[in-house]
Nanobody
Framework: QVQLVESGGGFVQAGGSLTLSCTASGSIFRIRAMCWYRQAPGKQRELVASISETDSTNYADPVKGRCTISRDHATVYPQMNSQKPEDTAVYYC??????????????WGQGTQVTVSS
């Protein structure tokens, strides 16, 4: 069983910065990639940023230049700068991994609320 625990959400003023974190634990043999998604009220869940096991990164257009994602073993940190009210959403951590039992697995965290005030 795999657990993803997120932290770092909260309130931030427009123009401010916020760093989230997500730690994966449990029956993990190998983590292929870890991603962050977000879902605003009334909208579909969308990819924000991802980082692979080779530290290759990818960013969605709305956050390019404002988000930097990094990784330390099984913990991933997306740092988000110049926050805008439209960044308000529930942010979810996602991991694509292989378990000790050698099963492919895609797991989600419980989500953390980020609210950007104007």
């Amino acid at each position: 069983q795999v657990q993803l625990v997120e932290s770092g959400g909260g309130f931030v003023q427009a123009g401010g910065s916020l760093t989230l974190s997500c730690t994966a634990s449990g029956s993990i043999f190998r983590i292929r990639a870890m991603c962050w998604y977000r879902q605003a009220p009334g909208k579909q869940r969308e990819l924000v940023a991802s980082i692979s096991e080779t530290d290759s990164t990818n960013y969605a257009d709305p956050v390019k230049g404002r988000c930097t994602i990094s990784r330390d073993h099984a913990t991933v940190y997306p740092q988000m700068n110049s926050q805008k009210p439209e960044d308000t959403a529930v942010y979810y951590c996602n991991a694509n991994l292989i378990t000790f039992e050698l099963y492919d697995s895609t797991d989600w965290g419980q989500g953390t609320q980020v609210t950007v005030s104007s």
